[in-house]
C-alpha cells in the first residue's frame, strides 16, 4: 500500500464508503511487508537474469538433484556451490547443459547471457592449495556477469612474480585476494591498488594455521587501507561482492 | 617522475644536453617508486588533494602538532584519527583552521574543497555507544570527499525504527554498518539492499563480548552477501574503503 | 518417605509395633532423597507420566536398545536424542510402537497421552541446516506434552519472512530460536515479543563460525532483553526449559 | 495510537471532522511502532507503568542526568543500572526520590506501585563477591513489580547451606543463579527444582577464569536440565528475563 | 543428631514421653548438617586450631579490619592473603601481633602454636618474579603447621642450579613448584622425585605467555608423572593441598 | 648400582680383583642414573615390583607387542593404557596370563603381588560416558598397589546420590573425581572431605564444551580447596598421583 | 638490465640509432625483477645444486608424480615431504633411485653430492611419538648438505638421559629441538648449549595439549636466550633453517 | 673430575692410597656440575666481557639500582632492559658512565670495548610503533659486539620502500625483522634474502590484533623459508639470538 493506496482509503471512509471498522482493520493488518517495501526481496529473488544459488554442504546428493530439477524449469542461471563430482552426475541426467567446475568444486548451469561490465574482476591466489576457493570466487563472479583475471601462486615470498602481472592487478576495478598461512598478500596488494580488495582467509595449512584463524586475523589487521575480509574459504561470498561492486 | 618527465629526459640525452652518464645516474637512483608506477604511492602520498592522514594512537601529543606542522605547510587537507582533545589544543596553536571532532576523536583541515560523488554513503549504528566508531568512518569519508547519511540508534533489538529509514538505506550506493554486541545489524542491511555493506564490529560490550570478538566473528559469519568485514573499531579503514568504491 | 510415612513409623514405635532399634535403622539408612525432597528427584524420574530420557550420542545401539528394553516395562513415554536410524531398528525389534523422527534424530515412545496446556510453543529456525536442532527441540516439546509451532527458514538476512509470522510469533508462550553462523535471529525476534526467548546456537556453518562459537557469543551479548542461551547445537534443553516454562 | 486513537482517527474523517490528507499526514508519520505493533514496543517502551531503563556505563554523568531528567517528566518508574555513585548524587539534585542501591551499582525512581504476582523470584549467590550481579539482578526484578528472595553465599564448596534454604528455593517460580569461577551451582539449583534456572555467570575470580570465560563454558555444559545462561555479568538481563517469566 | 541421639529420641517416642508430631518435626528440619556429616563442615569451619582464611582482594580496607576483628576474639589462627601494605595497617591498629609478609601479600595471627609433622613441604621457584606466590604457597603452608623449605631461582635454563638443590628436593614429602613463561620446572622436578608435585603457573611474563596461560598448559601436559597443577597465582591452594598431603 | 655395589667395587679395586682400567669403565660407563640418584629413576624403571607402563596411543599393533614381549621377560607387572582390543589379541598370544580392561581401555599383566596399603582411593564419576577415564584411573591404582573404591554416576545434577555414598568418601585417603561438561563435581567433593582431590577433566560432551576445555577451565577455579587437577582425560596420571599420595 | 645495459641504451638514444619513445617504452616496462635484484629468486629457484622441494600434504598421488616426473629431468636433488607410501610407490615407478624416508614421510632422489660443512646439526627429539617431524627435519637437513646427530628419547621427565649425550649436543653448531606436550625441552637445551636452538613443537598429545597449542607457547615464553620457534610439526623450516646458519 | 682423575682416584684405592669408604664419599657426592660440564655455566655467567643482562620490569627502581651497583664493581659491560627514565636517574647516580636508550627502554654500561665481527646483523620494522621493540634489539645486538643497520618504516603496504634498502637488507648475516598488525613483514623478508630471518611479533595495533596474536600466528605460518619467531615484543632475544649467529 504506498501513499495513493492510503489517500484512497481515507478518501472512501470520508465518503462514506467504507466502514471506519474496515479502514482500521485493513490499517492494522499491514505487515511491514506490505508497506512496499520492494527492497526486502532484494537478497533472495533479485532481479530476473540474476542466478539462483545453493549452498551443496551439508546437503544430500539426492537434494541438490531435486532443488536443481526445480530451478531449471526457470528461466535463471544456477550455480551451486560446495558440491562433489557425485552430485554433479545425479543433476547431469536430469540437466545435461549442468556444468562442473572441479577445482572450485561447483556447478553452473547456463540458462541466458548475462550482460558483463567492461571493467573486470582480478582474482589473485597466493598458492596452489588456495585454488580451490579462488576458483569458486571466478565462478561465482563469472556467473553473475562479469570478466575475472586470474592471478595464481604469487605468494609474499616470491613477490617478484607478483609484479610480473602489476599490470593486470591496477587496472583491475576490484580484486579479490586469497590466501591461507600467514595471509599476507592483501596487504600488498592493497599497497599497490587504489581500487577495492576483498580479503578471502582459507583454511590451507597447518599447525599455528588454526584452521584459517593466522590467515583472517593477518588479514583484518592489515596495515593497507581498501582491504575488507570475508569468511574463512569463503569463495563465493567474495565474489559476490565483487560483482557488486563491479556492477555499481 | 612521469611519463613526461622520462620522455624530457630522454630528449635531453638525445640532443645532447645531458651526459649519459648523468641521465644513467638520475635513472638508476629510481626507485620503484620512480619508476611510475603511480599506484604505488597511493596508500601514503595519494593523488593531489587527497587528505593525509595521521594515526594518532600512541604517539605523543608533540609527535602529532609536529607531524601537522609540516603537513599543513602543503596544499593537501589533512584528518587525523584517534586523538585527545589535548592534541587539538596544541595543533590549534599552530594551525587555527584545524577542527575537533569531539566523538569521532579527529582532527581535520580543510585546504580545499574536494569534488564529491552525486551518490553518498550511509553509516548505520546499531547504539549510541557505537557512535565514536560510526563517527570516525563519516568523518574519514567526508574528508575524502563523499556525502555521507547517518542513520543511528537502529539496533536489531528495536528493528521497526530501521524501517523507519529503509529509503536512505537503500539509495546509498554503499552502507557502513557498524556495531557491537551480537554485530547482527550488517546482516539485516545486507538482507534489505543490493550494494555492498562494510561490516565494523566495534569492542563496545561488556562480558561474552570478548573486546569486539562476539561482534566480529558475527559479521563474518553473516548470511547475507554483500558483506565484508574490517577490523574492530576500525572506523578509519570502512570509511576509506566506502569511499574508494563510491567514486568507482 | 513422605511426611504420612514418617509420622506412621513413629506411630508404630510408640505403640510398641516397631522397634526402636529397627526404627533406628529405617531413619539412619533414609537417603537425602528419603527426607521427603521430592524435587531431588525432578531431573531423573520426574513425576509419572513425564517421559523417560536417553542421551544416545556416545552409546552402542546394543546399550541403547537395553535401556529402552527395561524402560518400556514401566508405564512412561519414552524419549531418546542424538540416535541413530541403526539404533531406532534395533529398538523396532523389541517395542514396535517406538517412533523415528529422522531430522530430530531421535526416537519417542508414547505409552499414553499427556496433558497439554492451551498455550504452545513457537520454534524458530533460521535456516534449513538448523533443522536437525530445531526439530530435537520439538519433539521434545511434544514429548512432554505441549503444542509447537515451527517456523521455519526465517533466517535474518530475508528478515521480512519473519514479519509474515508475526503473528505465530507474538501469539506463543514461549519462543526457542535456533540458529547457526551469526547467531543474530535471537536477538530480532527478542524486539518483537514481550514473551521469553531460549536461544540455542548451532555448529552449522564453517570458517570463522568455529564449531557454534560465533553464533554462540552472539546470542551471549544480544542486545534484546529476554533471552537466555543452551548449549550449542542443544535442541532438548531448550525443548526441556520451553515446557518447564509453558506449564507454569 | 492504539486501536481506540485509530478509530477516532477514522470517524474523525468520517464525519469530515479531519481532512483525508491531514489524516495521511498522521498515519503516514506513523513508524511502525504506531501502526498497532503493540510488541515490537515492547523492549523499550512497554506498557504503561513499566520503569526506563538506561545502561549507565560508557555515559557521562552528566548525560545520565539529563536522560534521568527527561524521564522523571514522565509516570514511569526509571532503573539506571551500571552507575556510580558520582552520577547518583548528579541525579538527585534534579529529582530527589531517587534511590541508590550501593552494591547493585543501580538507580531507581519510583513513580507509581507496580502490581506484583503472588509467586516470587529467588537469587541465589555463591560468593559475596557475586553480590553486585546479584542485587543488579534483584533491583531489576523489583522495579519491574516482583518479590525477591535472596539466597546468599551458597556456594557449591559449602553445599549444605545450600539445603538449609531448600524450601525457599524448591518454592520459588524463577530460579536466578549467579556464580563465578567454576559456576557449578546452577547446576545444583538445576537438579533440585523443576522450575526454569536462569545462570549468571560473573567475572569475579583470577587465573583460568579468564573474565569470566570458566563460569560461561561450565554453566553453558550444566548437565542439569532446565538452566539456560546469559551474558557474564548481565544482572539487569537476568532480573528482566525472570520478571517475564514470573508474570506468564 | 548422631546415632545415640536418634535412638534416644525414638525411645523417647516409644515411652510416650515425646509425642509423635514433636518428633517427626524434629526429624523433618533435620538439616543435611545435622545428620552427623560432620565432613560438611570441614572446608570452613575445619578443626579447632586451624587458621580462619582471608581473601583480601576485592575486598575494602575496612571490610578485611572488620572481618579481622571479629576472629581475632576467637582462638585460631588468622591467614589473610591478596591483602595490601595499607590493609595490614589498618589491621595492626587492632590486632598488634598481627605481621605481614610483604612478597606473599599476607597477613598472619599467630594465636597458638600448630604441631608440625617432622616431614616437610619444599617450594620450588623458577625465577624472582614467581616469589610472591611462592611465599604466598609458603606462609599457608607455615601457618597451617608445615615446615618448609624454601628453593628458589632454579629455572630450566639453568639447569644445574636445580641439581645443587637436589638432596632438599628428593627428601621433600610434597614438593610445590612454581612458574610462570613455559612452565616447564614442574615437568623436571617430577621426573626427579617420588613424591607428588603441585604445580603452580604463574601470570609472570609477557607476550605469548597471555596472563599465565603458556604456564598452565605447559603445567597440564607435563611428561612427569606425579604432577598435578592448581589455578594460576595460586599459592594459597598449592600451600593448604601440600598441607593436607603432609598430613596424611 | 647401589653404595653397596659401588663399595664392593672399590673393594675389589682395593684388593686387586678388578684392573683400575675395567673400574673406571664400569664407572665411566655409568650415566648420571647409575651415580646413585635413585630418584631419576623413578618415573621409568621405578623400584622393583612397580609396573612398567606402557602408552598405546599412536602405537600399532606390532609395536605393543615387541614393547610387552620385552617386558615380559622381566619380572614386573605391566600396564598399558591407551590401546585398542585388537592390541590386547596380539599380546595374548605371546602373554596369556595379560588381561584385557575394555571399559579402561588398558592391558595388565600380573607377574607378582604387590603390597598394598589399609588405605584406599575412591574413583567418583560424574556420568557414565565419564567411565572410560575413571576405569583407567581405577586400574592404574590397582595396579600399582591401591584399593580402590568406585563411586560412579553421581553427577551433579542429581547431587543425593553423591550423599548416599558419602561415608565411602569420606573415608578414602585420596580421591579422584572424573567429570566432563561443567566439571562441577570435584568442587562438591572437596567441600565434603577434608582430604586431597585429584580431579580429571574429560572430554565428554559437546558444544561448549569444546573438547573438555569447559571442564578444565571449571576445576582449575574450583572454590574448594584441596582440589588440584591434572590433563583432560589422563585417568593415568590421577591414579598414578593418587597411588604415590596413598603410600606416603 | 644491468648498469652496462642502461648505458648502452642510453648511448643509442644519445646517438640518435633509439627513438626516444622506443627507449621510454623499454624502461618504462621494466619489472622489479629486472632490475637485477637476482636475490629475488633465492627462495624458488636458489643456487644450482641445492634439492627442490615438494610439499605433498593436499596434493594428489598423480600429482606428486608429475612433478616429480619434471624435477627429475634436471640435475638437481629432489625432497618431498608428507608424502605417503602410496606416493612413494608411485614415483618409484619414474624414478627408480627415489628412496622412502618412512617415519619422516619423505621422498629424497640424490642426483648429485652436496658438500657438507665439517660443523653438524644436532635434532633432540623429546619423545618417539615426536619422531616423525624430528626425522622430516633430519632429512631436510641431509639433503641440504648438512650432516645431522640424532639425539631421541630424551623427554625432560628422564633428564638424565640428555646429560648422558652432552657432548654431542655441546658441539654442534646448531639446535633442533623437537617436543610436542609441554615443549620444555629447548629451555633445557637452551641452558646447557651457546648455540642457537630452534624450537619445533609438535602436535603429538592430548587434551590440554590443543593440537601443539601448549608446546608453542611453551616454546615461545622459554625463558632460555637464543631459542626460536617455528610453526607447530614443521620438520621442514627447522631443517631448512638449521642448514642455513650451519653454512653461514 | 675429568677420566683422568677419574683413573687416578681409582689408582690411589688400589694401591691403599685411598680408603675405599673415602673414595665412595668423592664419587657420591658428584653433582651434575662437578662433572665438568662447563657448558652449564654458559647461560648465565658466559665468557668474560660478556654483558650482564637485567631484565627491569616487575622490578622497583631501587632493585634495578641496586643489582647494577654490584654488577659494576666487576669489569662486564651491562644492560638493562624494560627500564623507566626514573630507573635510569637513580642509576646514574652511582654509575655516571652509564647511557639512557630511550626508545629501547634500556640502560647500558660500556666497561670494554668488545670485538666485532665484519658482518652485520639488519634490523628492519614495518612501522614507528615498532621502533621499541627493533630498538631494543638493536641495543642488545651492539652491547653484545656487532654492528647493526637499522632500516625503519618499511611495512609491506609500502612495499616499494623496503626494496630501496634492498642491498642493505640482502647483504646482511643475519636479519631481525619486526612488526605487528599482520605480521608479514618477515613473510616478505624471507623470501627476499638466504639468510636466517628472526622475526618478533610487536603487540602494537588494535581490535583482532589481540595483544600481537595476529602477527605471531602470521609470523609462525610464515610461507618463507629461514623464518624462525620469537616471543612477542621480545626484541631483546631476537638481538641476542642474532648475535650468536653473527659470531658462528
Redesign the interface.
Same mark, same amino acid.
Not at 592493497?190 to 577495492?196: F, I, R, S
Not at 594455521?209 to 574459504?233: E, P, R, Y
Given at each position: 500500500m504506498n501513499?495513493d493506496d492510503?489517500?484512497k482509503l481515507?478518501?472512501e !471512509?470520508?465518503h462514506?464508503r467504507l466502514e471506519?471498522?474496515e $479502514?482500521?482493520q485493513i490499517?492494522?493488518n499491514?505487515? !511491514?511487508?506490505d508497506?512496499g *517495501?520492494a527492497?526486502?526481496?532484494?537478497?533472495?529473488e533479485?532481479r530476473t537474469g540474476y542466478p539462483e544459488v545453493i549452498f551443496g554442504?551439508?546437503k544430500t546428493t539426492e537434494e541438490v538433484k531435486e532443488i536443481i530439477r526445480f530451478m531449471s524449469t526457470q528461466n535463471n542461471n544456477i550455480l551451486a556451490t560446495r558440491v562433489t563430482e557425485e552430485m554433479f552426475r545425479a543433476v547431469q541426467d536430469i540437466c545435461p547443459e549442468a556444468k562442473f567446475h572441479q577445482r572450485a568444486r561447483a556447478i553452473t548451469v547456463m540458462k541466458k547471457e548475462m550482460k558483463c561490465p567492461d571493467t573486470y574482476i582480478d582474482i589473485i591466489a $597466493? %598458492?596452489t592449495?588456495d585454488l580451490p576457493v579462488a576458483e569458486e570466487a571466478a565462478v561465482t563472479a563469472e556467473i553473475f556477469g562479469n570478466k575475472v583475471e586470474r592471478i595464481i601462486d604469487v605468494? =609474499? /615470498?616470491?613477490?617478484?612474480r607478483l &609484479?610480473?602481472r602489476?599490470e593486470d592487478i591496477?587496472k583491475a576495478?576490484v580484486n579479490i585476494v586469497v590466501a +591461507?598461512?600467514? %595471509? /599476507?598478500l592483501p596487504?600488498?596488494v %592493497? @599497497?599497490? =591498488?587504489?581500487?577495492?580488495v576483498?580479503a578471502v582467509?582459507t583454511? =590451507? @595449512? &597447518?599447525?599455528? #594455521? *588454526?584452521? +584459517?584463524?593466522?590467515?583472517?586475523?593477518?588479514?583484518?589487521?592489515?596495515? $593497507?587501507?581498501?582491504?575488507? !575480509? =570475508?569468511?574463512?574459504? #569463503?569463495g *563465493?561470498? $567474495?565474489g *559476490?561482492?565483487a560483482s557488486?561492486?563491479n556492477k555499481?
Open positions: 501513499q492510503l489517500l481515507l478518501e !471512509v470520508k462514506g471506519t471498522g $479502514a482500521m490499517l492494522k499491514f505487515t !511491514v511487508k508497506l *517495501f527492497k526486502l526481496d532484494t537478497h533472495r533479485l554442504q551439508g $597466493a %598458492g592449495s605468494g =609474499v /615470498a616470491g613477490i617478484h &609484479y610480473d602489476i591496477t576495478r +591461507g598461512m600467514e %595471509g /599476507a596487504s600488498i %592493497g @599497497g599497490l =591498488v587504489d581500487k577495492p576483498i582467509p583454511s =590451507v @595449512g &597447518y599447525g599455528a #594455521n *588454526f584452521s +584459517g584463524l593466522s590467515a583472517l586475523l593477518g588479514m583484518l589487521t592489515s596495515c $593497507a587501507s581498501g582491504v575488507s !575480509v =570475508v569468511n574463512i574459504d #569463503n *563465493f561470498g $567474495a *559476490f561482492l557488486m561492486i555499481l
